[in-house]
């Protein structure tokens, strides 16, 4: 379980900030997925994430309007290790991709990532993240990547985001 639950979670954004705000600025690391060809992503990837994946992953809740936090947490949003954020968002991605499948050799893989994201909560419309970093990045951390050909799928051991030493707690 993260830091944050669903119910906790609606509290804060549908309790509103003390200065009469009802519109949060969430910022969260949550699943990016995309393709990549000699360890080149093709393209910006798309979100893989969940609703709870989201809540889950949740760092920072900011009120749009007054700019106070109401929720403001340094500890690693995967792991929860004292103080890893700053090591998460500030350093690249500790999994490297390969250029080709270790399997088999193949050149294309599916490739998963954790991404630093901010969405609106309360305006017009549903949340829409959009990631701070892009793929490649500091603050961006490969997690996985597996291949379509031959089945091999390698998964970062430690914490992706702050490298702490796993087993990592299990996401809901
Ligand atoms: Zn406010
Ligand atoms: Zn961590
Ligand atoms: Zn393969």
Same mark, same amino acid.
């Given at each position: 379980? @993260?830091?944050?639950?669903? +119910?906790?979670?609606?509290a804060i954004v549908r @309790? @509103?900030?003390? %200065?009469?705000g009802r519109t949060f600025d969430i910022s969260s690391y949550i699943d990016r997925s995309v393709? +990549?060809?000699l360890a080149d992503p093709n393209d910006a990837g798309r979100w893989a994430h969940t609703g709870e994946n989201f809540v889950d992953g949740t760092?920072?809740?900011a009120c749009v309007a007054c700019g106070a936090l109401a929720f403001d947490d340094r500890d690693? #949003?995967?792991c929860h290790a004292a103080g890893g954020l700053a090591r998460a968002l500030g350093e690249p991605s500790r999994l490297a991709l390969p250029r080709a499948c270790p399997g088999c050799g193949e050149y294309e893989l599916l490739c998963l990532a954790l991404v630093p994201a901010v969405a609106r909560w309360g305006g017009d419309g549903p949340p829409r993240p959009r990631p &701070?970093?892009?793929?490649?990045d500091p603050g961006a951390h490969w997690v996985a990547f597996a291949c379509d050909a031959c089945d091999a799928a390698t998964v970062?051991?430690?914490? #992706? &985001? %702050?490298? +702490? #030493?796993? #087993? &990592?707690r299990a996401r809901p």
């Open positions: 379980m @993260g830091k944050l639950d669903e +119910a906790r979670f609606d @309790g @509103g900030c003390g %200065c009469g393709v +990549a060809m760092y920072r809740i690693c #949003p995967r &701070l970093v892009e793929l490649g970062s051991q430690r914490c #992706p &985001l %702050c490298d +702490a #030493p796993g #087993p &990592l």
